[in-house]
């Protein structure tokens, strides 16, 4: 008999959460390639590694929100709106306040397909999961563009908490279900004139007839549907096998927007179980032990490249 484990309380997402800010954040100093070597050793005796993805691993990955590829694809929009606050990246685009739900869908669709459906940065993403071959692979991630799935990470494997760019919602959020709008928007993105969608072409609520959102968490109305509860499910079982085994936590290109998700909770697992390993890639926000201040796209290929030879180098 165990009591122990029968006594261990399911570890829930919710659970899992936490909003403890570490005061152990150092400097680093261990050279790069020391850091590299610890960092695939770890992986190598990992019999589970859980990722956690950021916008920093699409950004490393290639994915552009600003700069040069927004003057490039919104003019349009710079032209009827003006560059002000808002017309300066994908981001920022999103928040203008749209005269209506024909302007607020011309710009959208576009900029979802863009953002997800047709977004295609994910050598960077294969490199790693090949490197990873053989654990027991979860990934929680708070990007919304599908990119670890286009790379072939199965579904089943992936809970991505803050929604996602090919699906929409009830603006209100009156009911727990969200919708595939990604034909719904290659039809706006067709039929789009002066930044206006054709009027019936703007989707309606098929509850209460009101107006629909993205399904982003950006407000208290984000549904979180069957499908976010089931990927929820699996993450909380993944996560309590995780408790019993040699665990990496592998951060990638997690900053400081929602750091309550991936950043605190993974600090937390790791300085309260000694089976737990924390390895943070992050270009600016390392500051843990075993984490890389370095080049986000360098360190994987690095480390990808380390974990590959042994494997090849073994008899
Ligand atoms: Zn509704």
Not at 43 to 63: H, K, N, Q, W
Not at 115 to 137: E, S
Request: charged fraction near 25%.
């Amino acid at each position: 008999m165990n009591f122990n484990r029968s006594a261990k309380k399911k570890m829930s997402f919710e659970r899992f959460l936490s909003y403890e800010y570490a005061g152990d954040y150092i400097n680093q100093t261990t050279p790069y390639a020391e850091q590299i070597e610890q960092a695939a050793q770890a992986i190598r005796e990992a019999d589970y590694v859980l990722l956690g993805a950021g916008a920093g691993m699409s950004t490393a990955a290639g994915a552009e929100y600003g700069g040069k590829f927004f003057e490039e694809n919104f003019a349009e929009f710079q032209k009827i709106y003006g560059k002000g606050p808002y017309m300066q990246d994908m981001y920022s685009a999103g928040f203008y306040p749209f005269p209506d739900q024909e302007s607020k869908w011309g710009l959208w669709s576009h900029l979802a397909l863009l953002a997800g459906a047709d977004l295609d940065v994910t050598q960077l993403h294969k490199t790693l999961l090949d490197a990873l071959k053989g654990k027991k692979l979860f990934l929680l991630s708070t990007n919304a563009d599908h990119q670890f799935e286009k790379a072939g990470l199965p579904v089943e494997q992936i809970f991505a908490t803050q929604g996602s760019y090919k699906r929409i919602q009830c603006a209100r959020g009156c009911h727990p279900k969200t919708y595939d709008a990604v034909e719904l928007f290659r039809q706006m993105e067709q039929e789009r004139v002066n930044g206006k969608i054709p009027t019936e072409l703007v989707p309606k609520c098929p509850v209460c007839g009101g107006p629909m959102a993205m399904n982003l968490r950006v407000d208290d109305h984000f549904v979180q549907d069957e499908d976010w509860h089931a990927a929820e499910d699996r993450f909380s079982r993944f996560l309590s096998e995780c408790m019993d085994g040699k665990t990496v936590l592998l951060e990638l290109g997690v900053g400081f927007n929602t750091p309550t998700i991936i950043r605190f909770p993974f600090e937390k697992l790791a300085r309260e179980h000694k089976n737990i390993t924390l390895i943070r890639l992050s270009r600016s926000k390392a500051m843990v032990p075993a984490s890389f201040g370095a080049d986000m796209a360098k360190s994987i290929t690095d480390l990808a490249e380390k974990l590959n030879n042994t494997e090849a180098s073994e008899p």
